[in-house]
């Protein structure tokens, strides 16, 4: 039986008041969930406290969940709903010296000398890019800001995202393209403000 099927089975189950049910669907997606979190959230504890959120939230909202994408997918969506809300709230996430952003036309690395996270200009430049990302983010539509959240929080392959999206992998390119274009324009003024360069 096909794993999209298994979990509308027990989904139903749920809905029916069987809450060992919901316990199998915890145990199956907790490692994926907080993987998903792991990618924008560095404290291990802070993790554990997101993913509970995130279940806790799909068990009060899926009497509501009606199947029309796969389980995952929507638990998806609740784990980054809850992510972006707990960094947005707490602003405590500090990037790293070696990571990294993708755009449309290449890779920008952060410039070390402004992660020192005690100084206030690389607060001020990590809240203010979490900030735009997150904006960015909310204003794409559904179906560029799910591809783009695949393949780059996820890390998921062009083929696995055409799956998951039951879409041509020539759409999913196309849209994280789009995603990622857009994204970048709303970054430029963020890395280049005041004529220097940032990064």
């Excluded at 027990?10 to 907080?34: I, N, P, S, T, W």
């Excluded at 100084?119 to 203010?128: D, G, K, L, Y």
């Excluded at 735009?132 to 959240?149: F, H, K, N, T």
């Amino acid at each position: 039986m096909p794993e999209q099927d298994i979990d509308l089975r027990l989904v139903k189950r749920v809905q029916e008041g069987d809450k060992k049910a919901f316990d199998l669907l915890v145990l199956k997606y907790q490692r994926k969930v907080m993987s998903i979190i792991a990618r924008l959230v560095r404290q291990p504890a802070e993790i554990e406290d997101i993913a509970q959120e995130t279940f806790i939230k799909a068990y009060r909202a899926i009497p509501n969940f009606k199947g029309e994408s796969a389980f995952y997918t929507w638990l998806y969506r609740i784990a980054i709903n809850c992510t972006h809300s707990y960094v947005e709230k707490h602003l405590k996430r500090s990037l790293l010296p070696d990571e990294k952003i993708s755009l449309d036309e290449g890779t920008l690395t952060i410039n070390p000398s402004l992660i020192d996270s005690h100084t206030p200009e690389s607060n001020f430049v990590n809240q203010e890019i979490v900030q735009v990302i997150q904006q960015s983010l909310s204003e794409l539509p559904d179906e560029l800001r799910q591809a783009l959240e695949l393949r780059e929080l996820e890390g998921l392959s062009y083929d696995a995202i055409a799956a998951q999206m039951q879409t041509p992998i020539g759409t999913v390119r196309s849209r994280i393209f789009r995603a990622r274009e857009a994204i970048a324009a709303r970054l430029k003024p963020v890395l280049l403000q005041g004529g220097e360069k940032r990064w």
